[in-house]
């Protein structure tokens, strides 16, 4: 009896330890093109804890699961605007967005107008 209460007991404590620590989160990230989602999401699987993201080119969502033991959100945007695009709390630096392809240029009207249904007409 004494053994299955130790064993008990042993279980319970490894299961309290392997508990998931991932968030979910979304975020607003600028950007017009599939380049853009590309960048974007690269620029997030690069960050130590990121397991998934997916930014939607339309509504401009970014979907995460990241591990929160890793990293965080506030790490998380200053990666995305370090490769040039701006999110809703944190806009990239002049230096960051020259670097983004001519195609990618989400701050120049003309571009975005490009990228949408009625621009492409």
Known sequence: MKKIMILALMLIGTTTFAQNKNQKASLEVNGVCMMCKNRIEKACLVS?????ADWNVKTHE?????????TDLKIIQ????GVGHDTKELKATDEAYAKVH???????????DD???EGRK
Do not use: E, Q, S
């Open 48 to 52: 130590k804890g990121v397991k998934f």
């Open 115 to 117: 990228h949408t249904d």
């Open 62 to 70: 970014l979907k995460l699961i990241y591990d929160a033991r890793k």
């Open 78 to 81: 200053k990666t995305i605007t």
């Open 102 to 112: 001519p195609c990618c240029k989400y701050r120049d009207v003309d571009v975005v």
